[in-house]
Nanobody, 127 residues
Framework: QLQLVESGGGLVQPGGSLRLSCAAS????????IGWFRQAPGKEREGVSCISSHGRNTNYADSVKGRFTISRDNAKSTVYLQMTSLKPEDTAVYYC????????????????????WGQGTQVTVSS
């Protein structure tokens, strides 16, 4: 069955970097747009970034734009989230998931909702 497993989280100081990985199994990854979202204690789930099935289109939340980069290697069935210049407000559990709905219009790629996701990986940014 479809399975997504996140890894790469940990404790990092402000200004540091981490690379998260999302390993997919049980389905053909290159048929799916994939996204990362996060949830901090007491806060609503926040979409962070998403990438189209072929990897040519990406979208980022304003809060991470210029600091995070999403990428994918379909041959390895893995999606990545490179996070740099991390801030304490980035602290959350990060999840990857298959995107429910995506569109490309006017040169802008958008994605919304998640059908399946993994167990998450904790990212803590603290000195």
């Amino acid at each position: 069955q479809l399975q997504l497993v996140e890894s790469g989280g940990g404790l990092v100081q402000p200004g540091g970097s981490l690379r998260l990985s999302c390993a997919a199994s049980g389905f053909t990854l290159n048929n799916y747009d994939i996204g990362w979202f996060r949830q901090a204690p007491g806060k609503e789930r926040e979409g962070v970034s998403c990438i189209s099935s072929h990897g040519r289109n990406t979208n980022y939340a304003d809060s991470v734009k210029g600091r995070f980069t999403i990428s994918r290697d379909n041959a390895k069935s893995t999606v990545y989230l490179q996070m740099t210049s991390l801030k304490p407000e980035d602290t959350a559990v990060y999840y990857c998931g298959t995107i429910s709905s995506a569109s490309y219009y006017g040169g802008i790629y958008r994605c919304q909702g998640y059908d399946s996701w993994g167990q998450g990986t904790q990212v803590t940014v603290s000195s």
